[in-house]
């Protein structure tokens, strides 16, 4: 049973551009949530995606943005990425209550 | 006051020791809790979860619940040295929907 995946592992951009991260959940998981983790932190929830629609949303500017598929994978888009945005990226699929973390995508801006 | 609190540590203890990790919540409607489990450049492990008052016990950890003094915490029994990681506390928090707030972690080494 394949666990959640994520792409790529990780990810040099520079700062203004834009970066798209995806996510497969778990099987039989429909919900995917994404995290924000900087070094030394607990993960930021960004927000999540159930039913192909964002569900819930933390404190993040409208510059993340999200999508989720009918297959209920996932991407998390980041546009005019900054300096502050360098992080681990995590995915987090669920059915009910109980996450499941993707191995991450360490993004570094320069 | 932050969501969710735990001591940034770390906590040091022997192998063969206890280790008590602890964590309050802001949040009196809470109704889910977990710990994570981390290891360094890793991403968070599930390894306990508590919906309701009282203990669960799973193996040599042990989660205790007490949503009166809104707090939560993951006791380990027979700590080793591979069980040297940081320990996430994660709580459902109601926030016009539910999602789930981390607490920054506490940074646990057993010392052989």
């Known amino acids: 049973d394949a666990g959640v995946t994520q792409s790529p592992t990780h990810l040099i951009k520079t700062r203004g551009q834009q970066v798209t991260l995806r996510c497969s959940p778990k099987?039989?998981?429909?919900?995917v949530s994404w995290y924000q983790q900087a070094l030394g932190q607990g993960p930021q929830f960004i927000f999540q995606?159930?039913?192909?629609?964002?569900?819930q949303r933390g404190n993040f500017p409208d510059r993340f943005s999200g999508h989720q598929f009918p297959n209920y994978s996932s991407e998390l888009n980041v546009n005019a990425l900054l300096l502050g945005d360098s992080a681990l990226y995590l995915c987090?699929?669920?059915?009910?209550?109980?996450?499941?973390f993707g191995p991450g995508t360490r993004l570094t801006v320069t | 006051q932050k969501e969710v609190e735990q001591n940034s540590g770390p906590l040091s203890v022997p192998e063969g020791a206890i280790a008590s990790l602890n964590c309050t919540y802001s949040?009196?409607?809470?109704?889910?809790f977990f710990w994570y489990r981390q290891y360094s450049g890793k991403s968070p492990e599930l390894i306990m979860s508590?919906?309701?008052?009282g203990d669960k016990e799973d193996g040599r950890f042990t989660a205790q619940l007490n949503k009166a003094s809104q707090y939560v915490s993951l006791l380990i029994r027979d700590s080793q040295p591979s069980d040297s990681a940081t320990y996430l506390c994660?709580?459902?928090?109601?926030?016009?929907?539910?999602?789930?707030?981390f607490g920054a972690g506490t940074r646990l080494f057993v010392k052989a």
């Open positions: 995606y159930y039913e192909e629609e964002e569900r």
């Open positions: 994660a709580v459902n928090m109601r926030a016009g929907g539910f999602k789930t707030i």
């Open positions: 099987s039989g998981h429909d919900t």
């Open positions: 987090a699929s669920s059915l009910a209550a109980e996450q499941y």
């Open positions: 508590i919906y309701s008052n």
């Open positions: 949040d009196r409607v809470s109704q889910s």
